[in-house]
């Protein structure tokens, strides 16, 4: 789990009133691996009410341990690369992640 600033804009700079990414200021992004130049693979965590997406699954609060962790939905329709060295701000319990594994491997494959 990495606590951090989005990767960036959904456009291009300088478009007029672009769509910005929904996922804007810092937020949860959970790692799903490793590229082979050490960035890592993430996607960012989402508030779970009222919104929910097949191609995201959710993660109970319980389940996410960091501070002020809430009921959460990973977005995998928005992968993205990061940096590697971000800091860690927490994880997955191991008692989600074999379920969260099979989502992620039943979305991408």
Do not use: C
Not at 27 to 53: F, H, I, M, T, Y
Not at 72 to 84: D, K, N, V
């Amino acid at each position: 789990m990495l606590e951090g600033r989005p990767p960036g804009l959904l456009t291009s700079p300088g478009v007029a009133n672009p769509y910005l990414t929904l996922y804007g200021g810092n937020r949860p992004w959970v790692v799903l691996g490793e590229l082979l130049n050490g960035s890592l693979v993430a996607a960012p965590l989402n508030d779970a009410r009222g919104n929910p997406k097949w191609y995201a699954p959710e993660i109970a609060a319980a389940h996410l341990l960091f501070p002020n962790a809430k009921h959460s939905q990973l977005e995998l329709a928005h992968l993205w690369s990061l940096p590697p060295g971000l800091p860690s701000s927490g994880e997955v319990d191991a008692a989600a992640r074999q379920a969260l594994g099979r989502d992620v491997v039943g979305y991408y494959v």
